[in-house]
């Protein structure tokens, strides 16, 4: 697997990433922790049950960084310059821990860098979906990567 440079980009390329993870509860505890994050709605399995997911939910920068590292394989990978920016992110459904993601991109515009003249900025629109064939998780997220070399 490899990220493409950006003249092998063109707007509407669509990639059904082949990379699935499944989300278990370590992964779920280590990023609560890791940032601080004290929702008992993350943590505490009777808390969670008294809400109407009626058990824990994983944390989402969880699913969103998941989102984007399967991702990673097929756009960017080793002709990434520098993540620009990530916009629109949107949950619109719950993950589980034993819930299974898989992600989904499309290119969806491309403009030569004015400012690297070795570069070029794809704005991808990411989907992780789980194995229910739910949207989980959105997001818009501009990249620079290198051109071709000559």
């Known amino acids: 697997m490899s990220g493409r440079y950006y ?6 390329d669509v990639i059904a990433h082949p990379i699935r993870r499944t ?16 929702q008992p709605l993350h943590l505490d399995a009777e808390y969670a049950a ?3 997911f009626g058990r824990i939910v994983v944390n989402g920068t969880f ?5 984007v590292g399967l991702t990673v394989g097929e756009t960017t990978l080793g002709t990434l310059v520098a993540n620009l920016g990530y916009d629109a992110v ?3 459904r719950p993950v589980f821990v034993g819930d299974t993601l898989r992600a989904e991109s499309q290119v969806i515009s491309l ?3 004015e400012s690297r003249p070795k570069a070029g900025i794809v704005t991808f629109s990411h989907h992780a979906i789980n194995q229910r ?8 997220r501009t990249a620079l990567v290198q051109r071709r070399p000559q």
């Open 7 to 12: 003249e092998e980009w063109t707007v509407g």
């Open 23 to 38: 989300v278990t509860e370590t992964d779920n505890l280590l990023i609560t922790a890791l940032t601080h994050n004290p």
């Open 50 to 52: 008294d809400t109407e």
């Open 63 to 67: 699913t969103f960084a998941l989102m």
């Open 90 to 92: 949107k949950m619109p």
């Open 111 to 113: 403009r030569a860098s």
């Open 133 to 140: 064939d739910e949207v989980v998780c959105t997001c818009t």
